[in-house]
């Protein structure tokens, strides 16, 4: 599991065992980042392992992509069967309000990079993986289910990931909203890639924390998205507990 800006996640019924260092496990160095701490959590439940990633690397952080997967590579190694990412964003759909969750079922890359360039790692998978169904429909339908259960609404949509750190400006989110995307957000698509091509299945569910840059008048900061966090947290707390007990 992934956690986004500002999004501390727990989940009811499990235990936090330990919880190790990026820096003391990854042969780089790390970047540091408000609202990122960068640590790995193993949290425990009976002879379930859940490992919980707390801040992910970025590419705008200088990461190569490389690096950006590194802990999902890590994971699958490990044996890990499911991403579960969440991320922040801004919806570039007016509809969507500020503080609305999406069920992600695809991506559009604007990146302009991707993980599996290179030699190619026999190792990790094929040469040319598949992305048709990048994000499974089982737990997207899940994800959905838990969220009617937990008392509210998600939407579905298209995730848009662009390089940042800037936001975008109000020209480019026209673009990206008449191209197709829901929300806009400088991660995620990397892991994603990494994930689909060692096999495992991908659920993303985005906060969209802001209205994408234009669509309200005034400027975007980043205190404004860990807030929008810090506030989601007990929504998504209560449906991530809900999905992580059933996708088990
Ligand atoms: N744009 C890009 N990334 C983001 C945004 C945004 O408006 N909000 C949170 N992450």
């Known amino acids: 599991m992934v956690a986004g800006s500002g999004l501390k996640l727990e989940v009811p019924g499990w235990r936090p065992a330990e919880t190790i260092s990026m820096a003391d496990i990854m042969p780089f160095p790390m970047h540091h980042l408000e609202g990122h701490n960068h640590s790995l959590t193993l949290w425990r439940r009976d002879d379930d392992t859940l490992l919980v990633m707390n801040g992910r690397f970025h590419l705008y952080q200088g990461y190569s992509p490389a690096e950006v997967v590194a802990p999902v590579r890590l994971a699958a190694l490990l044996g890990a069967e499911v991403l579960l990412a969440t991320n922040a964003s801004g ?8 503080g609305s969750l999406v069920v992600v079922n695809d991506h559009i890359n604007l990146l302009w990079c991707n993980p599996l360039v290179g030699a190619w790692a026999r190792e990790f998978g094929t040469q040319f993986p598949d992305m048709s169904e990048a ?12 969220a009617a259960e937990a008392g509210f609404d998600v939407f579905d949509g298209v995730y848009v990931a662009v390089l940042g750190p800037s936001f975008e400006t109000p020209a480019e989110v026209r673009m990206l909203a008449g191209m197709g995307g829901t929300v806009v957000g400088m991660s995620t698509v990397p892991e994603v890639l ?26 975007l900061t980043h205190e404004e998205v860990l807030e929008s966090g810090r506030e989601a947290t007990d929504s998504l707390k209560r449906l991530l507990g809900n999905l992580v007990e059933r996708t088990f």
Do not use: F, T
């Open 91 to 98: 919806a570039l759909d007016p509809a969507i309000p500020p």
């Open 194 to 219: 990494a994930a689909r091509h060692m096999g495992l299945k991908v659920l993303v569910l985005s906060l969209a924390s802001n209205p994408a840059a234009g669509l309200v008048d005034r400027p």
């Open 135 to 146: 994000y499974d429909p089982d737990l997207r339908r899940l994800a959905h289910q838990c």
